[in-house]
């Protein structure tokens, strides 16, 4: 402090301190100012890098390929010692044997009940409460998110392709289609605009590329 007080010939310690002082301050607002434009520069370079990448190679997306099976879907039904009631539009989706919960339907009527209006379905072993009654079906079996409006997109030739398809059922998880999708179909699971141009995200790739 005293080699600085003689080479600047100062003679009023607190005035060295105060320039002191500002100097520090104007380095640490200078080293911010540096740190938030080079942040800056680095995302708009990312944003543009991201945005051409896409302008260029397409959208990536994630797929599936469709292939006839056979699954399982899950039909929700409200069992009260041990038995449920059902509509006219449902009640072909149950059979005795199917599973439910960790019971089983023993018998679904074949008549209406004339006090509800609605075909009872018994079961065995099943708490009361909400269940849900298994049942196999064939088809093509896609998540339930994939189908917008009976539509599904398909990676055709590097676009994304609005495809109509008929769905024979659904529930919580997955969509039963019957018509509208073949063997080897790649379908899109990502959300995309028909016609869009895309590619098929592979697992090299890093999340959010």
């Known amino acids: 402090m005293e ?4 080479l600047f010939k100062i003679k009023n310690p607190q005035r060295l301190k105060k320039w ?4 520090s301050v104007c380095a640490l607002v200078f080293w911010i100012a540096f740190r938030i434009n080079a942040l800056v520069v680095q995302h708009n370079q990312q944003v543009f890098n991201i945005a051409r990448d ?3 190679n397409g959208t990536p997306i994630l797929t599936m390929t469709a292939q006839n099976s056979s699954g399982v879907l899950h039909e929700p039904i409200t069992v009260e010692k041990n038995k449920a009631y059902v509509t006219s539009g449902r009640v072909g989706l149950f059979r005795a044997g199917q ?11 074949q008549n209406i009940d004339l006090d509800t209006g609605m075909y009872v379905i018994k079961t065995s072993g099943v708490e009361n409460g909400l269940q849900y009654v298994e049942y196999t079906r064939n088809g093509y079996f896609v998540p339930v998110y994939a189908v917008v409006d009976e539509n599904v997109f398909v990676y055709d030739n590097g676009k994304a392709t609005l ?15 019957t018509q509208g999708l073949h063997d080897g179909d790649i379908v899109i699971l990502s959300k995309v605009s028909d016609g869009e141009k895309v590619r098929i995200h592979t697992a090299n790739e890093k999340e959010g590329e």
């Open 54 to 56: 896409v302008s260029e």
């Open 99 to 109: 599973k439910v919960g960790d019971g089983k339907i023993v018998s679904v009527s």
């Open 20 to 23: 002191i002082y500002v100097l």
């Open 3 to 6: 080699r600085i007080k003689r």
């Open 163 to 177: 495809r109509k398809v008929i769905v024979a059922h659904s529930d919580a998880d997955v969509a039963l289609i």
